[in-house]
């Protein structure tokens, strides 16, 4: 069975740095594509980031390109975030997500889904 699960969410001032974690079991993300999503009430779900199966390319959205940086680390089979000099925009519902597939935007190109952390840039 397949777990993806999401931490490090929480309250950060604009300007502030954030890192978030998704901890993979079942799957192992070295394998595939592993990206994160964003998705902020009323909007559509973004991909932020993504590494392709194998690590050979990352994939950073240009919203976010410059602040936000994702990592795996293989052996602890996690899935990483770094979030800086946030801006108000950034607040959403951060979720992981993974597949077979290479490293698509749509969301529906991804099998496996955590239930996401929250995000809040606020002052």
């Known amino acids: 069975q397949v777990q993806l699960v999401e931490s490090g969410g929480g309250l950060v001032q604009p300007g502030g740095s954030l890192r978030v974690s998704c901890a993979a079991s079942?799957?192992?993300?070295?394998?595939?594509?592993s990206a994160w999503f964003r998705q902020a009430p009323g909007k559509e779900r973004e991909r932020v980031g993504c590494i392709s199966p194998g690590g050979g390319s990352v994939y950073v959205s240009d919203s976010v390109k410059g602040r936000f940086a994702i990592s795996r680390d293989n052996a602890k089979n996690t899935l990483y975030l770094e979030m800086n000099w946030l801006e108000f925009e950034d607040t959403a519902t951060y979720y992981c997500a993974t597949g077979p597939r290479p490293c698509w935007t749509a969301p529906a190109m991804y099998n496996y889904w955590g239930k996401g952390t929250q995000v809040t840039v606020s002052s």
């Open positions: 079942g799957v192992r993300l070295a394998s595939y594509a």
